[in-house]
């Protein structure tokens, strides 16, 4: 079964500095979808970025992107010019490619950003 | 509608009381989820819709738990005779559907049984 893991439960970072949240994954097939999903205290979850398994080159969405690296099953994210907004918890998460077993989202445990000003 | 749409935003349950939570999707979306939140932890799956029909409820929990969407749009989630594990925010999720699109989250349902 496919499992998303997330080891750093909490990060902090000082305002306008780069973080970078970490993720792995394990799963049994080559083409899936990965996801960084902000979850800010309103619980409203929020897509940042995703990333198609198919693509070698990395997602990146403004001060967003990621580092993914098919081979390790590592998929991280950083962020740029962090920003007093940026607070909130990250999840990372797996879906398989259409046509595979199921089309839910398997997430991590998550990671709370907190941004010091 | 603008978003997904969740009603209610809190309910309080006396351990034993049916509960109905609802879910309102972004207008078009084929595709709708239910996913289990508990406290510092990642959503988990429940179950997934496709219009009306009901593809996949492997991750609900228990008979209990029961998910409909009789028109393949708003929909709601029952929980019977509510236990305290039960305790959770409901998150709803809804999608175009097609092969390569992305789950759009409501805002949650936060359940406590007391």
């Known amino acids: 079964a496919q499992t998303v893991t997330q080891s750093q439960p909490e990060m902090s970072v000082q305002e306008a500095e780069t973080v970078t949240l970490s993720c792995t994954y394990d799963t049994s097939e080559s083409d899936y979808y990965l996801f960084w999903y902000k979850q800010p205290p309103s619980r409203q979850m929020i897509l940042v970025i995703r990333q198609e398994a198919y693509k070698q080159q990395n997602a990146t969405e403004n001060r967003f992107s990621v580092n993914f690296q098919k081979a390790a099953k590592s998929f991280s994210l950083k962020i740029s010019d962090s920003q007093l907004g940026d607070a909130a918890m990250y999840f990372c998460a797996y879906r398989d490619f259409p046509g595979g077993a199921t089309n839910k989202l398997i997430f991590g445990t998550g990671t709370l950003l907190a941004v010091q000003p | 509608g603008a978003g997904v749409s969740q009603s209610p935003r809190y309910k309080v349950a006396k351990r034993g009381q049916d509960v109905a939570l609802r879910c309102d999707p972004i207008s078009g979306h084929v595709s709708l989820f239910w996913y289990q939140q508990a406290l510092g932890q990642g959503p988990e799956f429940l179950t997934y819709?496709?219009?009306?029909?009901?593809?996949?409820k492997s991750g609900l929990p228990s008979d209990r738990f029961f998910a409909e969407r009789p028109e393949g749009s708003v929909s709601t989630l029952k929980i019977q005779r509510t236990q305290q594990e039960d305790s959770a925010v409901y998150l709803c999720a809804s999608s175009l559907g097609g092969g390569s699109d992305t789950q759009y989250f409501g805002p949650g349902t936060r359940l406590t049984v007391l």
């Open positions: 819709f496709q219009n009306e029909a009901q593809l996949d």
